[in-house]
């Protein structure tokens, strides 16, 4: 899959579920992050998974 793939123009649009904070795009692991929750959401075909069962726990 490409980076070209998600669309960014889309991650204006989407918050973190867990504290309704903006999300960063990390294009090598393709995954929305969300620093104030500690948490990576997946991008799967295009599609941000932004269920917390299904992120990924930073390090710290």
């Known amino acids: 899959m490409t980076e ?3 669309d960014r ?7 973190c579920p867990m504290t ?4 960063d795009y ?7 992050v969300s620093r104030a929750a500690g ?3 997946p991008i ?3 599609i941000p998974i ?3 069962d299904e ?5 710290d």
Do not use: N
């Open 55 to 59: 992120a990924r726990k930073l390090k």
């Open 9 to 15: 123009h889309m991650l204006e649009a989407l918050v």
């Open 39 to 41: 948490l990576a959401f």
């Open 44 to 46: 799967r075909d295009g």
């Open 20 to 23: 309704q904070r903006a999300l």
């Open 50 to 52: 932004m269920l917390i």
């Open 26 to 32: 990390d294009p090598e692991k393709h995954e929305l």
């Open 4 to 6: 070209a793939t998600f």
